[in-house]
């Protein structure tokens, strides 16, 4: 489906859960979140239908997100449910890869194709900093667990902070060339003051050819992450909610003072 810019809206982006196993410095509170309440949060069965209806409107890719993907309980078994779905080319997941070494056999069995795993730094001590409770021997193990199971490609998603280690983000940038792993860098954003840019080794942030839209984890559907429009599935249902936010999806983002990374999806 063609929104106003003549882009070709294909791209469904779906957060899971807002909750997640790390505090990153640059998402998350140290203390945490006030999390959306269970009532609130879509069912595979809600996940499933607004998929099937998105497709039927132009939608072939579509991506898990979060909070974290992998701590929603039962993940596996609505990946096999959306990759059931006639008409999807692509699914892919974006993941901490903390939980990954545990989930990618039976991931890759249920149809899913393809994972980002989020990586600052290959410094221990930097990362334990950085996500406050993780070990980065996990992400280490989840990445060789993705490759095993034809998870591919296994792409790296590196934020770049201002004052990033450039001897670190080499060392990163050897790391995946020795395991054939694509690094994209993605410079630090901020929602509020509309802060973002192109992703390096990526499309993202490219606002000319942006091809995607968003469902949060309580159904709200959203034309743009720097943008505080958001059209309720609840309220208007699969069709409209869909239908709206593309004809409404704006120009290029702008700013989001409502929104949050880890309730949106990033």
Do not use: W
């Amino acid at each position: 489906m063609l929104d106003n810019y003549n882009r070709n809206i294909n791209y469904l982006r779906i957060s899971v859960t807002d909750r997640c196993n790390l505090r990153c410095t640059y998402c998350m509170p140290e203390e945490g979140i006030d999390l959306i309440v269970h009532e609130e949060v879509l069912s595979f069965e809600e996940i499933v239908a607004f998929v099937t209806e998105a497709i039927a409107s132009g939608i072939t890719k579509v991506r898990l997100t979060g909070g974290e993907p992998l701590v929603r309980k039962g993940i596996v078994d609505l990946v096999n449910k959306i990759a059931s779905i006639p008409g999807i080319e692509d699914l892919a997941m974006t993941t901490n890869g903390i939980l990954l070494e545990k989930y990618a056999k039976d991931l890759a069995n249920a149809g899913l194709m393809r994972v980002n795993i989020s990586l600052d730094t290959m410094n221990p001590k930097k990362y334990k900093k950085i996500t406050r409770l993780g070990n980065i021997e996990d992400v280490f193990k989840g990445i060789d667990a993705a490759l095993q199971a034809g998870l591919h490609p296994v792409k790296i998603n590196c934020v770049r902070m201002p004052d990033a280690d450039l001897d670190d983000l080499e060392a990163l940038r050897k790391y995946c060339n020795g395991k054939n792993l694509d690094l994209r860098f993605i410079r630090q954003m901020d929602l509020a003051t509309g802060e973002f840019s192109i992703v390096e080794g990526g499309n993202g942030g490219n606002c000319l050819e942006c091809n995607r839209i968003r469902l949060t984890a309580n159904g709200k559907v959203k034309p743009c992450l720097f943008n505080q429009s958001e059209y309720d599935l609840k309220e208007l249902g699969a069709q409209q909610a869909i239908k709206k936010s593309i004809n409404k999806k704006p120009k290029s983002g702008s700013k989001n003072k409502k929104g949050s990374f880890y309730g949106i999806g990033g």
